[in-house]
C-alpha cells in the first residue's frame, strides 16, 4: 500500500506498469485444463503501418474483451502479429530506392527482397510497440508475421491442397490493374473518387447504309480501337431494324457487328453501348456470351500498343484520350463532348486510375460455401450488429472466383514450375494438371535446373485468411501442440470493420471450415464464435479520417495530452455498437477527466482514515457492521450491484459504449456527487466511521475491478495503493464476482438490502437533482442562501424533513420549509412533492423583472415567425407532415414557456 499523490500523472504509471505486466508475463496465454479457455487473435495491421484512431478503437475493444475474460477466470490469449502487406511495403521500399536512382529490376528479385527483409527488421515493429502504449495485453511472446517461415508453410501448403482439390485454376479473366505497380489489385485497394470526365459524343456508321448513323456516349473514347461490337438492348425498338448488321469502327477502322444483349441499359444515352471486352468488366461479359474477340490496345503500364493504330500507339492513355478525340473531330465522327460527373476507381498505393485489364492470373474457387452460410445463418458464429449478418450471406449467394494472383515480388511466391520451353499462354487446363509440363508442390521439382518458377505471388489476402489457425501452428503437429491449438481454436471474438466483411472475414471461414479438424462438426472447425464489427471513425463533417484529408489526430499525442486510459475511456464512450463515430477530443478530456475524478476519490478515501484489511472482499466484508446502515448505505449497494449486473449484460451483448456510459453515472454521481457528500458526516463521528471506511472500501474496490478491462493502468496503480493487491498480486488476477455472486457474499456478511430505503434515497436523489436545475434554470446555481419551499404529503413530508440537513447542504440552499400551497414561484415537480424557489427573498426584483421581460420579448418574435409559418399556404403546401407537426410542436413550446414567465413576472409584482 502506498500513499496516492496529489495528482495522476499518467505517463509515469504508464510506463511502470506495463514494464511490470511484461516482466511478470501477464499477458501469456497458457492451457489450463481447469479453466476455459478465452482467445482473440488481432486482426495484423500492415507492417507499414502506424496508428490510427481505429487502430486504437479496435484494439481497445479487443483489450477489453480481453481482461475481462481474465477478470471472469478464464485462461486468455490474445495473439498479436502484422501483414507482409505486399503491395503496400513494395510500394514504400521502392520509394525509397527511387530517391537513390535505383529501380528493384537494376538489383533483380533476390536483392530486392533482401533490402525489404532489412526495412522490416528496421520499421517493421513500429505499430506493434504502440500498441503496448495503448495498454495492449497481446501474448508478445507469440507475435507472428506473414511472411514467418512456419507462416508461410502454412500459406504455399493452403495452395498446393486446394491445387489438388480442384479449387485453383489458371485463367484469362478481367481484373483491377494498376499501370504503375504493374499488378492486380483486389477490389479493396481501389479506392473510388468523384470525378469530372469528359463524355465524348460518337457515331458509328452503319456499313450497308451509309449515311445512317448510331450514336454512342463514352468516357474512354483512346479504347475505341479496342472495340469488337455495338450492343443495344433486344427490346429496344429505335435498334430492332440493325440487330444483326454491322458499323464502321471510326478509329483504326474496321467492321464491327451489333449485337442484342440484356446488360445494356436503353434509358443511357442513346441505349447503344460500345463493346470493347479488353477494357471493360461488362462489355468483357458480354462479349463472353456473344464469343466475340477481345483486342487489348494498351500496354501494362498504361500506354497504347501498336493495337491502337500508327496515330495513337506509344502515346500514354490520357494523351492518347486527347489524341483519339482529335482524330474523331476530325473524320466527323465526334458530334459533341460533355461534362459527366463519375466516381473513378483509384490505385490506393500509386495513386493513378486502375485499368481493368484482360490478363492471365490464378483463381480459386471458394470451398465450403454452403457450411459457410449455414455457420451464421445457423447461430454458429455470431455477428454483432446482426445486420451484417444478411449483407454477408448477400455476397456469398452472389460469389465470384477469387484472383489470387500478384504481379509482385514481395509475398509468398507461387509454388508452381513450368518446365522450360513452355509457352505459358498457350497452356490448357489439362497441361496444369500434367505433371510433365507443371510442377505444383511446396519443395519444387528436383531438377529444378529444367525448370522455371511462377513469378507471381499469392494476394495478401491469401495468407491472413488463414489468421486464426496458421498464427498458432497449423499445418505444423509439433507446433500446433504448442500453440495449445486443441484448447484455443475456435477462437471466441473476433473485432473488426465490416469494410472487409468479404475480404477476411468470410474467407477466414471458409478457410477453417475446409483445413480444420476434418469431419469435425462444424462448430469445432469455425475459426470464431463472435465478430463484432466496429464503426469508422469521422471527423464532425462526417468524413471518413485519413491521412491525405488531414483530419486524423495522432493518436500518440492523444495518450501525451490525456493518458492512455482516458484516450481508451473516451473513444469507447462515443462509440456505440456498430454505429459510425463522430469523434470529439472533448469526448478524450472526458476519458481523462474521469480518471483524474477516480484517483481524486480514491486519495480522499486514504485521507479519510486508515483503510484496514482490504486483501480480500471476503476481509472488507467482515469489517461491514449492517446494524450501523443507513439508507444511503443500502442505496449505493443497491446501485453497485446493479451496475454490475448492467455491465454484465453489456459484454454479453457487445455494448461497450453502454457499460462505459453505466459505469460512468454510477461512479461519478451516485458515489461522488452523493454518497462520498452524504458519508462526510459519518465520518466526523468515531463510532461510524469505520464501518463507513470500510464500506467506500468495498465499493471502490468493485469500481476498480469493473473498470479494469477499460482504464487498465490507473486501476492497477490505484489496486495496489489502497492495498486490494497486498499480496502483490495484479488486478488481473483476482477474480470478479458476478452481480449475484456478490449478492450472495454481502447475505453471509450479514447484508440484506432494504429495498424501501433505496427507494427513499433514489427519490431524494431527485429531489436534489430538480432543486438545483430550478436554481440554475433562474441563474441561480452558485447562490447559498436560497429559500425552498414544498407542498407535499405527510409521508413525503416525514422523508424530507428527515433528510433536512443533507438537501440544504446538496442543494445549497439556506432554508426549506413546508407550505400548504404556493402562488407564482417557479416550481419543479419532483416524487416528493412539489419545490418551490423563493424568488422574491432571493433575487432582484428589479433586475429580475428586467431580465424576464426581455426573454418574453424574444418569445414574441419567435412566436410570432412561427405563427406565421404555419399561417402560410405555401408551406403548409409543400412542407412534409413531419416538418410541419415539429413546428406545430415548438409553437406550443413557445407558448407554455411565454405562460410560465408571464406567471413568474406577475409573481414579482
Not at 173 to 182: D, E, G, I, K, Q
Not at 195 to 216: A, K
Not at 562 to 572: E, P, S, T, V
Amino acid at each position: 500500500m502506498a500513499e496516492i499523490s496529489k495528482s495522476y500523472e499518467p505517463r509515469d504509471v504508464e510506463k511502470k506498469w506495463y514494464a511490470a505486466w511484461q516482466q511478470g508475463e501477464c499477458f501469456a496465454g497458457r492451457v489450463d485444463p481447469a479453466r476455459k479457455p478465452y482467445s482473440i487473435v488481432i486482426p495484423p495491421p500492415n507492417v507499414t503501418g502506424v496508428l490510427t484512431m481505429g487502430h486504437v478503437l479496435n484494439n481497445s475493444l479487443q483489450d477489453i474483451l480481453i481482461r475481462r475474460a481474465r477478470l471472469e477466470g478464464f485462461s486468455a490469449l490474445w495473439v498479436p502479429g502484422t501483414d507482409h502487406a505486399g503491395i503496400a511495403t513494395q510500394t514504400v521500399v521502392e520509394r525509397q530506392l527511387r530517391k537513390e536512382k535505383i529501380h528493384r529490376r537494376d538489383l533483380g528479385r533476390e536483392k530486392f527482397l533482401e533490402k525489404v527483409w532489412d526495412w522490416r527488421h528496421e520499421k517493421g515493429n513500429i505499430i506493434l510497440e504502440q500498441l503496448r502504449r495503448l495498454g495492449a495485453s497481446c501474448d508478445w511472446s507469440r507475435t507472428q508475421f506473414t511472411m514467418d517461415e512456419h507462416y508461410s508453410k502454412a500459406v504455399l501448403t493452403v495452395f498446393t491442397e486446394l491445387f489438388k482439390r480442384g479449387y485453383i485454376y489458371r485463367g484469362k479473366r478481367m481484373v483491377n490493374w494498376c499501370p504503375v505497380s504493374l499488378t492486380a489489385l483486389s477490389d479493396e485497394e481501389v479506392i473510388m473518387k468523384p470525378s469530372s470526365s469528359t463524355l465524348y459524343h460518337v457515331r458509328y456508321e452503319l456499313v450497308d447504309q451509309p449515311g445512317r448513323f448510331i450514336e454512342v456516349k463514352t468516357t474512354r473514347p483512346e479504347t475505341i480501337p479496342g472495340d469488337v461490337a455495338l450492343a443495344v438492348h433486344p427490346d429496344d425498338p429505335r435498334y430492332a431494324d440493325v440487330i444483326g448488321k454491322k458499323v464502321w469502327r471510326p478509329l483504326n477502322r474496321a467492321q464491327i457487328p451489333i449485337v442484342a444483349d440484356k446488360a445494356v441499359d436503353k434509358e443511357f444515352g442513346s441505349g447503344a453501348l460500345k463493346i470493347t471486352p479488353a477494357h471493360d468488366k461488362v462489355d468483357f461479359e458480354v462479349g463472353q456470351r456473344h464469343k466475340l474477340p477481345a483486342i487489348d490496345v494498351l500496354h501494362a503500364d498504361g500506354t497504347l500498343n501498336e493495337l491502337a493504330g500508327p496515330e495513337l500507339a506509344g502515346l500514354d492513355r490520357f494523351a492518347g484520350r486527347k489524341k483519339s478525340a482529335e482524330l474523331l473531330k476530325a473524320s466527323g465522327a465526334l458530334l459533341g463532348e460533355e461534362t459527366y460527373a463519375n466516381n473513378v476507381g483509384y490505385s490506393e498505393r500509386a495513386d493513378v486510375p486502375i485499368e481493368p485489364r484482360l490478363t492471365w492470373q490464378w483463381w480459386l474457387r471458394y470451398p465450403k460455401i454452403e457450411e459457410a452460410k449455414a455457420a451464421v445463418r445457423d447461430g454458429h458464429i455470431k455477428f454483432h450488429p446482426e445486420r451484417w449478418s444478411k449483407v454477408y450471406l448477400h455476397w456469398l449467394e452472389n460469389i465470384q472466383d477469387w484472383c489470387i494472383s500478384r504481379q509482385l515480388w514481395w509475398g509468398h511466391r507461387i509454388p508452381v514450375w513450368y518446365r522450360k520451353g513452355i509457352d505459358r499462354e498457350k497452356l490448357t487446363e489439362a497441361d496444369l494438371n500434367d505433371p510433365t509440363k507443371v510442377h505444383v508442390s511446396l519443395e519444387g521439382p528436383a531438377d529444378k535446373d529444367n525448370w522455371e518458377q511462377e513469378e507471381d505471388v499469392l494476394d495478401t489476402w491469401a495468407s491472413s485468411w488463414l489468421w486464426p489457425f496458421a498464427t498458432m501452428g497449423w499445418p505444423e503437429a509439433d507446433k500446433q501442440q504448442a500453440a495449445g491449438i486443441d484448447y484455443f481454436y475456435p477462437t471466441s471474438t473476433l473485432v473488426t470493420g465490416p469494410d472487409i466483411i468479404f475480404f477476411w472475414v468470410a474467407r477466414m471461414i471458409m478457410a477453417g471450415l475446409e483445413f480444420m479438424r476434418p469431419g469435425a462438426p462444424l462448430e469445432q472447425r469455425i475459426p470464431f464464435n463472435n465478430v463484432y464489427f466496429t464503426g469508422i471513425i469521422r471527423d464532425q463533417q462526417g468524413r471518413k479520417m485519413s491521412k491525405s484529408l488531414g483530419n486524423s489526430p495522432d493518436p500518440l499525442d492523444l495518450i501525451d495530452k490525456y493518458g492512455a486510459d482516458g484516450l481508451r475511456f473516451g473513444i469507447i464512450s462515443i462509440a456505440p455498437q456498430g454505429q459510425d463515430i463522430r469523434f470529439q477530443e472533448d469526448r478524450i478530456e472526458s476519458g481523462k477527466n474521469f480518471c483524474n475524478k477516480l484517483w481524486n476519490a480514491c486519495r480522499f478515501r486514504q485521507m479519510s482514515g486508515p483503510s484496514g484489511d482490504n486483501s480480500s472482499l471476503a476481509a472488507i466484508l467482515a469489517r461491514l457492521v449492517p446494524a450501523q446502515f443507513d439508507a444511503d448505505d443500502h442505496a449505493i449497494l443497491g446501485r453497485l450491484l446493479a451496475t454490475t449486473g448492467e455491465v454484465e449484460r453489456c459484454f454479453r451483448e457487445f455494448e461497450f459504449s453502454a457499460a462505459v456510459q453505466a459505469l460512468y453515472g454510477f461512479f461519478w454521481n451516485d458515489f461522488c456527487d452523493w454518497y462520498v457528500e452524504v458519508s462526510k458526516a459519518k465520518l466526523q463521528n468515531e463510532s461510524t466511521k469505520l464501518n463507513c471506511l470500510a464500506l467506500q472500501d468495498l465499493i471502490l474496490r468493485q469500481t476498480v475491478l469493473l473498470l479494469h478491462p477499460f482504464t487498465p493502468f490507473i486501476t492497477e496503480e490505484l489496486w495496489h495503493n489502497l492495498g486490494y493487491g497486498a499480496d502483490g498480486s495484479y488486478i488481473q488476477n483476482t477474480r470478479l464476482e458476478t452481480a449475484a455472486e456478490l449478492t450472495a457474499q454481502l447475505a453471509q456478511a450479514g447484508v440484506m438490502l432494504d429495498q424501501a430505503a433505496i427507494d427513499s434515497v433514489e427519490r431524494l436523489k431527485a429531489v436534489v437533482a430538480q432543486t438545483r436545475a430550478l436554481k440554475a434554470e433562474h441563474n441561480l446555481a452558485s447562490r447559498r442562501d436560497v429559500k425552498l419551499f414544498a407542498t407535499a404529503s405527510d409521508a413525503d413530508w416525514a422523508i424530507l424533513s428527515a433528510n433536512l440537513a443533507k438537501i440544504l447542504r446538496l442543494c445549497a440552499a439556506a432554508e426549506f420549509t413546508r407550505r400548504d400551497s404556493v402562488e407564482g414561484a417557479p416550481a419543479a415537480v419532483t416524487p416528493l412533492g412539489t419545490i418551490y424557489l423563493d424568488l422574491a427573498s432571493t433575487v432582484d426584483a428589479g433586475a429580475e423583472k428586467i431580465r424576464l421581460t426581455k426573454e418574453l420579448e424574444k418569445l414574441a418574435q419567435h412566436i410570432a415567425g412561427t405563427e406565421a409559418r404555419l399561417s402560410n399556404p405555401t408551406f403548409v403546401g409543400k412542407a412534409p407532415p413531419a416538418v410541419i407537426e415539429g413546428a406545430k410542436k415548438q409553437l406550443a413550446e413557445l407558448q407554455a414557456k411565454r405562460t410560465e414567465l408571464s406567471r413568474l413576472l406577475a409573481a414579482l409584482g
